[in-house]
């Protein structure tokens, strides 16, 4: 139970600061609803990712906060228990001395509570939460097994030093994806009668490739066993699954020989020849399905239409933006972790708990 302890205690701090990470992406994404690059989806999909880095670099952050305010200022607290117990210490919190360490500690106690497995309804959640864990890892690995059966069974077209070009008889729509050693993008056979969507189906998923999108949705799936019940996690992925396709098709269409136009009109036709199929349960173009087809097509056509226009930022703003997001969550990760040293104000709210003790059973006796 000691050793398990620290790994639950890190576990509910990644989660507290991929929820605060999730509420900062979404004023940034009020930012730039209402700045020049509202349409800029590029520039936004490196800054979410940018701001991914942080979240996995949290805990080097926030120490490195915690290190260079003590530096600064000797003594001086940062996280927001700490802060609070100065805050009592000073007298700005009126409550008994018992019932604010009490409440202080609550982290600490319900973690006890957790792994003491003294309540039912805690171990139900427990089971429920390793049951549905288990499902997920199960069918990450069953897609992974799927998609290295359809790699394996495809045949090989093309091969460069790094990719290789396989075709499918069993897909509808092209994908790109990594094994160990190499990256493979496998194209439905069909797309050889039709040279221009062929070529613009490679032009897309090489864009993918070069953008890393394939190993960034790699960890994301990775990660979805573990964090699923946290809606922030929910919020974060589907914020990269669309700006990966509209910076993927801005990118495409903003390289020389890629007409917008041409691009967008194949596009609509590959959505028009999906609806007509027998079973047309989904449109079989990436993003562009359920019940919002329509809004996610019509955002995918606009970012194609301003991509001209959607100029990206310069690399200082490109840098000052991520430096100020990572300093945002370092800050907000130093607030939240749970200090395990005794300070002085500490010692002084432990001593006033005490006094309050003694002084409660001597007045009982």
Not at 37 to 65: E, N
Request: aromatic share 8%; charged share 20%.
């Amino acid at each position: 139970m000691t050793a398990v302890k620290p790994v639950l205690d890190a576990f509910l701090e990644l989660n507290v600061v991929l929820g605060l990470s999730a509420l900062i992406w979404l004023a940034v994404r009020v930012v730039f609803a209402r700045s020049s690059m509202r349409y800029g989806f590029v520039a936004q999909l490196r800054s979410l990712k940018a701001l991914c880095i942080c979240v996995v670099l949290s805990p080097v952050l926030a120490m490195g906060v915690s290190a260079f305010i003590g530096f600064l200022w000797p003594g001086r607290a940062v996280a927001l228990g700490d802060l609070a117990v100065a805050a009592y210490l000073r007298g700005d919190i009126a409550m008994p001395a018992a019932q604010f360490e009490t409440l202080l500690n609550t982290r600490e106690r319900w973690l006890d509570h957790v792994l003491s497995g003294s309540s039912v309804l805690v171990t139900c959640v427990l089971i429920a939460f390793a049951l549905v864990s288990t499902f997920l890892t199960i069918r990450v690995l069953r897609d992974a097994w799927a998609i290295r059966k359809t790699v394996r069974s495809s045949f090989l077209w093309r091969r460069s030093s790094k990719v290789d070009i396989r075709l499918s008889d069993r897909i509808n729509v092209p994908f790109a994806v990594r094994g160990l050693r190499r990256r493979h993008v496998v194209l439905p056979s069909h797309l050889l009668n039709t040279p221009r969507e062929l070529r613009f189906a490679l032009a897309h998923e090489f864009q993918h490739i070069r953008a890393m999108d394939v190993e960034w949705e790699l960890g994301f799936e990775l990660m979805r066993p573990l964090l699923f019940w946290n809606p922030a996690y929910l919020v974060i992925k589907h914020q990269f699954d669309r700006l990966r396709e509209l910076a993927c098709d801005q990118s495409v269409v903003s390289r020389k020989g890629i007409d917008a136009k041409d691009y967008t009109a194949c596009l609509l036709d590959y959505c028009s020849r999906s609806l007509t199929m027998n079973c047309p349960r989904i449109l079989h173009v990436a993003l562009v399905n359920g019940t919002k087809a329509k809004h996610v097509l019509r955002l995918r056509v606009i970012a194609l239409t301003e991509a001209s226009t959607a100029s990206p930022p310069l690399p200082a703003v490109f840098l000052g933006m991520t430096l100020a997001l990572a300093t945002i969550l370092a800050i907000s990760s130093a607030s939240v972790r749970q200090t395990q040293d005794w300070s002085h104000d500490r010692l002084m709210l432990s001593t006033v708990v005490n006094l309050e003790r003694l002084e409660a059973r001597t007045q009982g006796n």
